[in-house]
């Protein structure tokens, strides 16, 4: 099973930016669609962003990122993205990234992933 670690998290302003990271340990990357996801404590995981196998390939989002999130990948470096813009208190979670195995539902259902990295944590303060 693929290994995936997050990191860029921090605590950042309300307006501010951060980028996330989120690097695989091994070459296969580059066949798997891939799913950016957060977690507070006490609340269900809910989708953020996903992108399909290719480097360039479509990207989807969950309607609260209304154009502030933007997904990538470079599978050249088994690297995928979440540039992250005009931070809001609301967004302070636990990010995590997991590989899509299954296409048995929507891609927005954590259960089509797997391999989930442990998450990095990004603080809004107001």
């Known amino acids: 099973q693929v290994q995936l670690a997050e990191s860029g998290g921090g605590v950042v302003q309300a307006g501010g930016s951060v980028r996330l990271s989120c690097v695989a340990s091994?070459?296969?990357?580059?066949?798997?669609?891939m799913g950016w996801f957060r977690q507070v404590p006490g609340k269900e995981r809910e989708f953020v962003a996903a992108?399909?196998?290719?480097?360039?390939?479509?990207?989807y989002y969950a309607d609260f990122v209304k154009g502030r999130f933007t997904i990538s990948r470079d599978n050249a470096k088994n690297t995928m993205y979440l540039q992250v813009n005009s931070l809001k208190p609301e967004d302070t979670a636990i990010y995590l990234c997991?590989?899509?195995?299954?296409?048995?539902?929507?891609?927005?259902?954590?259960?089509?992933?797997?391999?989930w990295g442990l998450g990095t944590q990004v603080t809004v303060s107001s």
């Open positions: 997991a590989r899509r195995v299954r296409y048995s539902a929507s891609r927005y259902s954590t259960d089509q992933y797997d391999s």
């Open positions: 091994e070459r296969g990357f580059s066949s798997y669609d």
């Open positions: 992108i399909d196998s290719w480097s360039g390939g479509s990207t």
